[in-house]
């Protein structure tokens, strides 16, 4: 008798001790496939559109995994779909974030395994993103626009991130992802998303998102740049198309466009300039640009735009490669690409 009293106790004590890791359900509440084992799981998850998902958590993601790399490697999926950029917490929201996907195929199967939680399905979702038009911007980059108004929001208007740099435009979604009663459809990172460029009788020419580029100065007008060294040609219809959003006015005739005027540069510090153009672009423009700047001696440095830096006609650029400025030396610039000139022709700098 006594080694049975002995045995009930340990059986009792292993039951406690599984209920309290979450690996037993209590009497009458069916332990769920997501939510076995240690850690997050995930406990709702919908395609919204067929480069986002809406993904909730039974708790929030710890700031360390919200990391691209940490979440390219904790959000793995089948059917060789992956994560383009990190989850994004969504305003209001304890543990719901949007998580951009590369391309989903309509109607497929896929599986998400987040971490070592058991995978959870989804079918993929082939309801394109409506967006309003396409326009060349410069020589060799144009831009697709949506808007508000239409029922279409950019992330950065509904996640927790963002709230701050987008200001009145911020607003927060409820789980059916209406707002005022009105439903909103979210266009989630384009982060190494394309487009496809077709010019009338021509080959297709795939078009690479211009990074930060979709959603500045109060617009979703996310920029997609050609291939280096190939430029639109003056005069030739273009039509822009993709298999993630359905475009309303979609053609546009390439035209000679005015390059920016570079005003001024100053070297702020030894691995940082000022670059001042002679009025607001009033957008992202010098997004993935970069200026020369060349040495009495031969010596070449290479400049690049520092991201969302801009402020109004001012925008920050930083050296490349551990670059550094000489002191006392003065150094020629000269914009790389045609995207801007410098006043005179010439402009130089002297730390």
């Not at 070592?116 to 989804?122: A, D, I, L």
């Not at 219809?237 to 005015?258: C, E, G, H, L, R």
């Not at 702020?268 to 997004?287: G, I, M, Q, R």
């Amino acid at each position: 008798m006594k080694n049975v009293r002995v045995y009930k106790l340990m059986v009792i004590g292993v039951l406690c001790f599984m209920m309290l890791t979450g690996n037993l359900a209590p009497a009458g509440v069916q332990a769920s496939s997501e939510s076995t084992g240690s850690g997050l799981s995930v406990t709702k998850l919908e395609a919204l559109n067929p480069i986002t998902l809406q993904v909730t958590f039974s708790a929030p993601l710890p700031a360390e995994d919200v990391q691209l790399d940490r979440a390219k490697a904790n959000f793995v999926f089948d059917q060789g779909l992956a994560i383009r950029n990190i989850p994004q917490l969504k305003t209001g929201a304890t543990a719901t974030y949007i998580v951009p996907t590369t391309v989903q195929t309509p109607g497929a199967a896929y599986t998400l395994k987040y971490k070592e939680q058991p995978p959870v399905s989804f079918t993929g979702n082939g309801n394109k993103l409506p967006l309003r038009s396409a326009r060349q911007v410069s020589y060799d980059t144009f831009e697709v626009e949506s808007s508000l108004e239409d029922g279409v929001t950019d992330y950065a208007n509904i996640v927790q991130a963002d709230i701050e740099r987008q200001g009145a435009l911020a607003f927060a979604l409820d789980e059916q992802n209406q707002y005022q009663g009105k439903t909103y459809q979210i266009i989630s990172s384009l982060r190494d998303s394309t487009l496809t460029l077709t010019p009338e009788k021509g080959q297709p020419i795939q078009a690479t998102y211009v990074p930060y580029t979709q959603a500045t100065d109060g617009r979703q007008a996310p920029k997609y740049r050609l291939p280096e060294g190939q430029e639109l040609k003056p005069g030739v219809n273009y039509t822009v198309s993709s298999d993630w959003a359905t475009i309303q006015s979609p053609a546009f005739t390439a035209a000679k466009t005015k390059p920016l005027h570079i005003k001024s540069v100053k070297a702020v510090n030894d691995s940082t300039l000022e670059v001042t153009l002679d009025k607001d672009p009033k957008d992202e423009l010098f997004a993935s640009r970069s200026l020369q700047l060349t040495a009495p001696d031969g010596a070449v440095l290479t400049a690049q735009y520092k991201v969302l830096s801009r402020k109004g006609p001012v925008g920050t650029f930083e050296l490349q490669k551990g670059g550094k400025l000489l002191p006392g030396v003065s150094y020629t610039v000269k914009p790389v690409g045609k995207w801007a000139k410098v006043k005179g022709n010439k402009l130089t700098v002297k730390l």
